[in-house]
């Protein structure tokens, strides 16, 4: 069962954040990598079946975490523009 936590950090340390996250999905795919190649239909197919299944789990944790990073990063871009619309209005202010 997944379920949502809400935290914040500064707006700098968003994409190093993600950048940490991506990391983690490049080692779990590089385990998906092995279990896949542990697979042996020719010796024992029941273990061959859990093999598998850890496979899709895993992958889905993938996918799972791909687009929490998708949500962030379209947060940090909704951030970023917001407040470089909020610089240049406060710019026009005083002039």
Known sequence: MRVNIT???NVEEILPEVERRIEQCIE????????????DLSTNLESS???M????NKMLSIDYSLS???KIINGYIEITE???REEREAGEKYE
Not at 28 to 39: G, H, P, Q, T
């Open 7 to 9: 935290y914040s950090v």
């Open 28 to 39: 779990e795919i590089k385990s998906v990598e092995e279990a896949l190649r542990s697979i």
């Open 49 to 51: 079946l859990d093999k």
């Open 53 to 56: 299944g850890i496979v899709r």
């Open 68 to 70: 929490d990073n998708v």
């Open 82 to 84: 917001s407040i470089s």
